[in-house]
């Protein structure tokens, strides 16, 4: 090996070691930047071999390459961790939210308002025949339905609230996904299969851990650079080709529903198990939709019960006239009330059944008062003994038996609403509706509406609270009774609790999962720091390390110039020879 040689070597010697010193300092700098992974020179003996009498000497050092330390394997689990964590974090936040509107604790909770209630038709039981009292218990169920309605709209603006987030999210996950598709183009072109573009895959991670924490992804490293993403088995990013995503927010079988999509000609859903998307998802359909409907189905319980009792009994003064609630289309009167085909009453969360209802019609200069037996049939058989709904009872039916009882007149309006007038000098009541048509048509009823959000109590009680309804006769309290026991009462349509005790159920259930979300977060966020100190040790930058690693490469640049320093030296001391 001539001298020549020697002067490569150190030459070698000064390109390698003033790389390794700026990759160190390139670290130094990077410290604290995040997604930041740590380089490292991938030096080598130069290839080929020199030296004099077949003895080999080397070539120098060669710079392989500037490679990150990362971990792959540890990256697709923090990624799986950064999503596990979001989706708790969001549902620990929404349950905490869902338990500060149903507080039941304080004395403006729901089971205050119902105990107000029942308490004031105790005092009505008392005083069966107090103007005052019946004034009370109307300004009572106006405050009762004004709360329910005040809390089904808190539970409908958290819903709203999170369809907001959702879009907020899926929005962000669409960016996300361009962002990486461009950086896979980028990549795939400037590596061209060779040497990492380590700036670029470090800026692609942190996107991918963003994204990770929107939804849960898998990534699929590629050879040419790129990576594939998916969200379960759809892919999202092929390439440099991103799919997207979008949400949609339809209507399907009354109950409206979140769905996030891959958009195109043959639009594709995806079903997020983890990350934020996914967190909102299920708790908008599992936390917040299922409260509003529990709520519904326990003021539906509420409105259907107090009604049964309340229109099977008589004011005093009687009524003269009345309108019933319930509104039913054309198409839908002359359908029996248990038809499926007659939507008036199918889609109603109470029903009417076999039985029957008397009117009781009073001669008010006499005081004679003559009673009337309006039969209800809804057992779904018809004349023949087969199953069927021609023979069962319709509203037009109700309305005919009706407006055929003595004194008394009842009409279908176009709104498809009965009225009934009782003739000039005679009024009219109810009693003994075994059926349940009373309450489920609306007729002489304490609430209106069907839910939290339609109920209401009836204009006309509003308007004239004296009649509201005690008992069946005149001082007799046993309605009045009947209500109060209503706090005690198992209901099968409330899985036989009542309807106080449903409530604390849900007030319950919310507590505990609210307890129990907070306390997944809190691990999550353990599990999620512990990958993080494990990325940390192997991609972060020790300065300890690299302030060694500086003053070694510092070291091997003296050394280089030093025997460069030496070979010239020598080449002087030759030439001099000549």
Do not use: C
Not at 93 to 121: M, R
Not at 191 to 210: C, F, I, K, M, P
Not at 408 to 417: I, S
Not at 465 to 484: D, F, K, T, W
């Amino acid at each position: 090996m001539g001298l020549t040689s020697s002067f490569q070597i150190g030459r070698s010697a000064l390109t390698a070691s003033q790389l390794a010193i700026q990759v160190a300092g390139d670290n130094l700098a990077n410290v604290s930047t995040p997604g930041f992974s740590r380089r490292a020179a991938g030096l080598a003996a130069a290839p080929g071999a020199g030296g004099i009498a077949g003895v080999s000497a080397g070539r120098g050092v060669s710079l392989i390459d500037i490679s990150r330390r990362v971990d792959e394997s540890l990256l697709t689990r923090l990624r799986g961790s950064v999503s596990d964590q979001e989706a708790a974090l969001v549902s620990s936040d929404l349950f905490a939210q869902l338990e500060s509107i149903t507080n039941d604790l304080s004395d403006f909770g729901l089971s205050a308002q119902l105990n107000e209630f029942y308490n004031s038709f105790s005092e009505l039981a008392n005083n069966p025949l107090g103007a005052e009292t019946k004034s009370l218990i109307v300004e009572q169920g106006v405050s009762l339905a004004s709360y329910l309605q005040g809390l089904r709209s808190d539970l409908v603006d958290l819903r709203n609230q999170v369809d907001q987030q959702l879009s907020g999210a899926v929005s962000r996950a669409d960016e996300l996904l361009s962002e990486v598709a461009s950086l896979n183009l980028t990549i795939a072109t400037t590596e061209l299969g060779s040497v990492e573009n380590v700036a670029l895959r470090d800026q692609r991670d942190v996107l991918l851990e963003e994204l990770s924490g929107l939804i849960d992804i898998s990534v699929i490293p590629q050879q040419n650079g790129a990576v594939d993403v998916r969200i379960g088995s759809t892919p999202v990013v092929q390439n440099a080709t991103s799919r997207g995503l979008d949400l949609k927010i339809e209507t399907e079988n009354g109950e409206v529903v979140a769905k996030v999509v891959v958009p195109g000609d043959l639009e594709e859903r995806v079903f997020p198990d983890s990350g934020r998307i996914g967190g909102l998802l299920e708790q908008r359909a599992g936390l917040v939709d299922q409260t509003i409907d529990d709520l519904d189905r326990v003021t539906s319980s509420l409105i259907f019960e107090v009604n049964r009792i309340h229109s099977s009994g008589r004011s005093f003064p009687g009524l003269t006239s009345t309108i019933s609630e319930r509104k039913v289309t054309l198409a839908d009167q002359t359908l029996a009330l248990n038809d499926p085909a007659n939507t008036a009453f199918a889609e109603l969360p109470f029903s009417a059944g076999n039985g029957s209802f008397k009117v009781l019609i009073t001669d008010k200069a006499t005081g004679q008062t003559q009673t009337v037996s309006i039969d209800i049939d809804l057992d779904g058989i018809d004349n023949t003994g087969a199953p069927g709904f021609a023979d069962d009872t319709s509203l037009a039916d109700i309305q005919a038996a009706l407006d055929a009882v003595p004194n008394l007149n009842a009409t279908l309006g176009p709104d498809g609403r009965i009225s009934i007038s009782a003739n000039a000098g005679f009024e009219f009541g109810f009693a003994d509706d075994s059926s349940g048509a009373l309450a489920t048509l609306g007729i002489n009823t304490y609430f209106s509406g069907t839910d939290a959000r339609t109920v209401g109590i009836r204009q006309q009680l509003i308007d004239n609270p004296s009649l509201l309804v005690a008992g069946a006769e005149q001082g007799s309290n046993e309605a009045a009774l009947a209500i109060v026991e209503l706090q005690n009462q198992s209901l099968s349509a409330l899985d036989n609790a009542s309807i106080s005790e449903s409530w604390r159920r849900i007030v319950d259930r919310t507590s505990v999962n609210s307890r129990s979300a907070q306390t997944r977060a809190d691990a999550e966020t353990q599990v999620r720091a512990s990958l993080e100190a494990q990325r940390a040790a192997i991609s972060g930058v020790s300065i300890d390390e690299e302030s060694i690693n500086l003053l070694s490469f510092q070291r091997q640049y003296q050394a280089a110039a030093r025997f460069i320093s030496t070979v010239d030296e020598l080449t002087q001391t030759l030439i001099s020879l000549v």
